[in-house]
């Protein structure tokens, strides 16, 4: 009774052998194939049930036993009973039996699906162990429906190279371990989500082996590299000699093939011995134009001066990705005295150092300081350095930075309360200590006093 | 009779003056802009005096100046017609604060007033921590030769007085000496002395001395 069943071949290593295309979608353990009445075949009992695309296969310590799924003529949906709650899940579906009283085999060639097989015999499986067995049903009902034998025999019959027809396909029965891994031509089989990871994997090793062979070359030029360095520092330590030993003037030809020298080493990118003079290496120079260049949008929006913070922010927001570190930007910076540009670095007395257009002048910012300081609002209460930002359309920190240039100039005076740190114009020049009660009648002071006394 | 007449009149006038003191705003014109300017007691304030940056120590060296200077002069100005003879920074004091534009001077910024009116000898740090502080709006040389006019205006050139008749006597009371500071009075008559022109001595009474004009 045994022989009901198909037969189903299994590796050495108790794997089933799937045929070509088969594909595994899901597996059950400790299942239990029983008949609807027991002189079909005796029940399997405790095996590991495996649905693939083709065929259902049930295993038991290396043996294996297959049902097509082209035999099987209907699935029961599960029915949800009292019952089911206390028993083990079941899966129930007929399958069509051949007059010799075993399983029907479509691929055995014995007469066409409806003809024959007449008769049908409900097998039940019993899945006793942990498993998803609803998942394994609607997977069970995905396959049976697709129908994955038929393109299979299509595809089969058509190439005529012996593949074989349905399921006997020829080409790995012969070897015997090929099992579902490989493919026809040796390959690595590339289905389902193992398929994919595999893809991806060996796309990783091709890209790595590639760029292991590119590095290959960069190495070897690298070692050059080395000796040109050696080189380029030996030149340098003779320039440095050249220079310090003062015969000055007096060897025209050795200072222009000197300075030759210097172009020829800056060219290459490497740093030009006399430091003072030179520009710096090719990178920070080409970077310091671009810099330049970049600058002068947000120049103009921010009323010109930027925080050079701010300024680092945005060049580098600009560039994406090649991102430079602040040591470049500061000596880009740095630069650009060296060169023709219209933007300037400058730092304040308190360290804030921003970047501003040559044009700016501070003379103009002060005198904007200082009628801003004259309004009557100003004179009564004071400027704080949001005010002045406001009015004068620039960044408080960099407003701050104008407010206490002008003070330390003489043109405002800090006062510092509860309220906060304000400026007011200053009057102190026109105070004459002898004669302190004294004001002048259309100084500074007398418009103060004005001013403060309308508001009572 | 002309003398009782005089004598109704300045008391009427002096009246007056007190009278005036408990105001808290006079008005005065300089130029020709009229304005109102508070007063301390009886002491009338700059106009600079609401300004917050006066309040503020400044950081900019010529504004600074400026502004010790001025602070300097307010403050002999307020001592001599307020008759303080001694500043306590931990204490308030009138003339370091200003409720119209509610600013106070810190405790930097009153010591470096007062350091800077100790260094040209118009003050005097009475303690190392800088708490208290003598102002000598007369300087010490300056009450001596005070003391020598009131002896030689009164005919003490030979008589012998305490301490405390000088500071609170009848005769003292029409002379800046009156009220004045017991630590400056005794810088005062020693440095006559060590000139010979009088001699201080213990009196019966152990806080009291005597004086011996010679002058």
């Not at chain 1, 040796?186 to 090793?205: D, F, N, T, Y």
């Not at chain 1, 430091?275 to 009323?303: I, M, N, W």
């Not at chain 2, 306590?88 to 930097?108: D, G, Y």
Request: some cysteine; hydrophobic content about 40%.
């Amino acid at each position: 009774m045994s022989n009901f069943f198909s037969k189903a071949e299994v590796t050495s290593s108790g794997r089933p052998v799937f045929i070509h295309n088969e594909v595994e979608c899901h597996l059950l353990s400790g299942v239990d194939l029983e008949p609807e009445d027991h002189h079909h075949f005796t029940p399997l009992k405790s095996g590991i049930l495996i649905l693939t695309t083709h065929r259902l296969l049930w295993l038991h310590s290396s043996s294996a036993s297959a049902i097509p799924l082209a035999a099987i003529s209907h699935i029961f949906s599960s029915r949800k009973s009292l019952k089911s709650v206390f028993h083990s899940p079941r899966i129930r579906f007929q399958v069509l039996v051949s007059p010799d009283g075993r399983l029907f085999d479509p691929g055995s060639g014995s007469g066409s699906s409806s003809g024959s097989g007449s008769r049908s015999v409900v097998v039940t499986a019993v899945i006793r162990g942990k498993g998803d067995c609803d998942g394994f049903l609607v997977k069970f009902w995905d396959s049976w429906r697709a129908r994955a034998w038929e393109s299979n025999e299509t595809s089969g019959s058509g190439s005529g190279s012996g593949s074989g027809s349905g399921l006997a396909s020829g080409s790995e029965a012969g070897t015997g371990t090929g099992g579902g891994l490989y493919s026809s031509d040796g390959s690595l089989r590339m289905v389902g989500v193992a398929g994919i990871l595999r893809k991806e994997q060996q796309m990783w090793e091709s890209t790595d082996k590639s760029l292991q062979d590119a590095f290959q070359d960069l190495n070897a030029l690298m070692s050059k590299a080395k000796e040109m360095v050696m080189l380029a520092e030996k030149m340098r330590q003779k320039l440095l000699s050249g220079t310090s030993s003062q015969t000055s003037g007096t060897n025209d030809e050795d200072m222009g093939s000197k300075e030759e020298m210097q172009d020829w080493l800056l060219s290459v990118g490497i740093i030009s011995p006399v430091t003072k003079e030179s520009a710096g290496a090719l990178y920070h120079q080409q970077l310091s134009r671009q810099l330049a260049d970049f600058v002068r949008t947000p120049l103009e929006r921010a009323g010109g001066m930027i925080n050079l913070i701010d300024a680092y922010c945005l060049f580098n927001r600009a560039r994406g990705t090649e991102l430079i570190s602040p040591d470049d930007m500061l000596q880009a910076c740095s630069l650009w005295e060296k060169f023709d540009v219209p933007v300037m670095l400058r730092k304040f007395d308190s360290g804030v150092m921003v970047i501003q257009n040559k044009s700016h002048s501070d003379e103009e910012v002060f005198a904007r300081i200082k009628s801003l300081a004259a309004k009557p609002e100003a004179l009564r209460n004071g400027m704080s350095p949001t005010d002045a930002a406001m009015s004068l359309g620039i960044a408080p920190a960099m407003a701050k930075e104008h407010l206490l240039t002008a003070e330390s100039k003489g043109l405002l005076c800090r006062d510092i309360s509860p309220d906060g740190f304000r400026f007011y114009i200053n009057l102190f020049p026109e105070i004459d200590p002898l004669n302190i009660y004294f004001v002048k009648d259309y100084g500074m002071c007398s418009t103060w006093i004005k001013a403060v006394s309308t508001s009572g | 009779m002309f003398g009782i007449e005089v004598i109704i009149l300045i008391s009427s006038l002096r009246f007056r003056l007190e009278a005036e003191n408990f105001s808290p705003i006079s008005i005065y014109c300089e130029g020709s802009t009229c304005r109102e300017m508070q007063k301390l007691g009886d002491f009338k304030l700059p106009h600079f005096f609401n300004y917050p940056p006066y309040f503020t120590l400044q950081p900019v060296r010529e504004t600074r100046e400026k502004q010790v200077q001025l602070w300097k002069e307010l403050i002999l100005d307020y001592c001599r017609t307020q008759k303080i003879f001694v500043i306590k920074l931990e204490e308030e004091f009138p003339l370091f604060s200003n409720s119209v534009i509610e600013r106070t001077l810190s405790h930097e910024a009153r010591e470096a007033f007062l350091s800077a009116l100790a260094a040209e000898g118009r003050a005097e740090w009475l303690d190392k921590g800088h708490r208290s502080c003598l102002i000598l709006w007369h300087r010490i040389q300056e009450w001596a030769d005070i003391i020598v006019n009131f002896v030689k205006d009164n005919g003490f050139e030979d008589s012998v007085m305490t301490v405390e008749e000088i500071r609170f006597g009848i005769e003292s009371r029409r002379t800046e000496l009156h009220g004045i500071d017991r630590t400056i009075l005794m810088r005062a008559l020693k440095l006559l002395e060590q000139k010979g022109k009088l001699a201080i001595f213990k009196g019966t009474s152990t806080d009291d001395e005597g004086i011996k004009f010679s002058v």
